[in-house]
């Protein structure tokens, strides 16, 4: 009875441990982008869960980048580049958005990176499930486009 105890501890284990070691290769798994209140929503899903740290610049910049930590053993030294085809959306056209890329193995970071053709306001957060970075940007014309200028 021993052996089974051990057996089935040993098991448990091993399936709660081993992804750590074994994580893919991918870092990004998808973008979602969709509008909601007058603001473009970029949503970045990660292959595993992540902890978000902070972002740079705070607001009204061509380039975002967002420092966050992967929850898993294994390094990410490489660098990612969202396909052109994920972000060839109207959404996209209207945010001016034209590059998202992930940069594992550089100084300070890993970093989630997201260049604009032009300097757009945006805010960042992390999604509730630990598995996402959320960034909003007001879309021209919006309400929210409008009060952000206002305040920016």
Known sequence: MKYVIGFI??????YYIVPLFTATDQVIKD???FTDNGKAVVQVHFSGPIRYENHFPDGNSNFLQVKFHLVSLQRHAHREVVPQDLIKTEVVQRTSLMNISYEG???????LT???TRPVDFSVKPSESLDSIIVEIPLA???SANQATKTG
């Open 114 to 116: 997201f260049l604009f």
């Open 31 to 33: 973008v979602v982008m």
């Open 141 to 143: 014309g919006s309400e």
């Open 105 to 111: 193995d550089v100084p300070g970071g890993p970093f």
């Open 9 to 14: 501890l040993l098991a448990l284990g091993a």
